[in-house]
């Protein structure tokens, strides 16, 4: 038994089961044990892989979508650019590398990293001690000056903390982790959730007996919405999830790059569940943003031309050197075992900003 889950021990003796939200935020946020607060978990030596990682062409085709984005914006002398959960600094690198054709956007940027944990911080310092460009690191989003915001959160949203509620025959009920047998557990809160259908999507409501429904608090992204569309600019969010609101349990745990019972050893393995975009395209339009997708990372991708950037790689290649950045393209754009399907691209934008790159065909 790991210190973090004597800890979660004492809090369900303390007062009851906790809610799956709670049990995971604790797994990944806790100041001392939490998973993010003391690893590095990307790479082929970490846990998981994120597109940055498997080719630099991801984080150069967001790059020239940021800058057509300061095009349409009338090109501001000045956008603050903020990537949220921004790993081991492999995005921004490659992302401001690509922009060093288009001089011009590249000096009004102002370069802003949200991020939790010391460890990856030092990693990211590392990484872009040659970016060239002042870079300024947050804990939170209520730090970042004020001004037109551009926001980039790869794989950020899924490591949000979600409430799970499963129907039983008498309504919903809150899932929770408590003990039993001397073991962290899964089960049903013993009180009805009263009136919790008011709330819910239709899909949710006509869900059958014994199915769970997922919801993940996105506060967080309120002040970024509500910036956006008062102030101008806009947030790229790439995730893997699904496009429509429907009950499903999507909780998981990855440690090794294999799935690991999320109830062993907390803190020690990423916690993460899919993200409902029609439930984040909601949320935008309820704070006065414009919604643009969600389109299929494989689409939008495309349409960006990393097809175009791949061949250009490939030229003067030997035959191992582009067979692997056809491999890297085809995780990235293609189906299943690739992202290309399972992830999707979302935007929200100021109100004028009728169309934006990547998700108009």
């Given at each position: ?25 604790l ?22 892989v ?11 085709m967001?790059?020239l ?25 492999s ?8 922009l ?8 009004a ?18 990484v ?13 989003f ?16 899924d490591?949000?903390?979600?409430d799970?509620i ?6 919903w ?18 009180d ?17 007996t ?20 008062r102030?101008?600019?806009a ?20 440690r090794?790059?294999?799935?690991a019972?999320?109830l ?6 990423d ?5 409902d ?5 909601s ?16 689409i939008f ?5 990393i ?35 399972l ?11 009728s ?7």
């Open positions: 038994m790991n210190e973090l889950e004597k800890e979660v021990r004492r809090l369900i003796e303390a007062d009851g089961p906790m809610p799956v939200s709670r049990y995971m935020a797994c990944l946020g806790h100041p001392q044990y939490g998973y993010y607060m003391n690893r590095n978990p990307f790479g082929s030596g970490g846990d998981f994120t597109a940055p990682e498997i080719s630099q062409m991801f984080g150069e967001i790059g979508w940021f800058s057509e984005v300061w095009r349409l914006m009338g090109k501001p002398g000045k956008l603050h650019l903020a990537e949220f959960g921004p790993g081991r600094g995005l921004m690198r490659d992302l401001l590398r690509a060093k054709v288009v001089p011009d956007f590249r000096s940027l102002e370069v802003h990293l949200v991020e939790t944990s010391p460890s990856l911080t030092e990693i990211q310092s590392v872009l001690h040659d970016a060239d460009l002042p870079v300024h690191w947050h804990k939170t209520d730090t970042l000056p004020r001004g037109p915001l551009a926001v980039i959160a790869n794989e950020f949203l490591a949000l903390p979600i799970q499963i129907k039983l025959q008498d309504g009920h809150e899932w929770c982790v408590g003990i039993a047998d001397d073991k962290l557990v899964f089960g049903a809160a013993p009805r959730l009263p009136g919790i259908e008011k709330v819910l999507p239709t899909s949710a409501v006509a869900a059958h014994g199915e769970m429904f997922e919801r993940r608090d996105l506060s967080s992204l309120k002040g970024i919405a509500q910036r956006i569309a102030e101008g600019g947030a790229l969010f790439i995730d893997y999830g699904h496009e429509r609101s429907a009950p499903g349990d999507t909780l998981q745990a990855i090794g790059h294999q799935f019972n999320a062993e050893n907390p803190g020690e393995a916690l993460t569940s899919h993200v975009f029609e439930a984040l395209a949320f935008a339009r309820l704070h006065a943003a414009r919604v643009h997708g969600p389109v299929t990372q494989g991708l495309n349409r960006l031309g097809g175009v950037r791949a061949e250009k790689l490939m030229e003067d290649k030997e035959a191992k050197a582009a067979s692997e950045i056809e491999s890297a393209l085809n995780r990235l754009t293609g189906p299943a075992p690739g992202m290309g399907e992830f999707k691209a979302m935007a929200f934008s100021h109100p004028s900003l169309s934006l790159p990547g998700f108009d065909s």
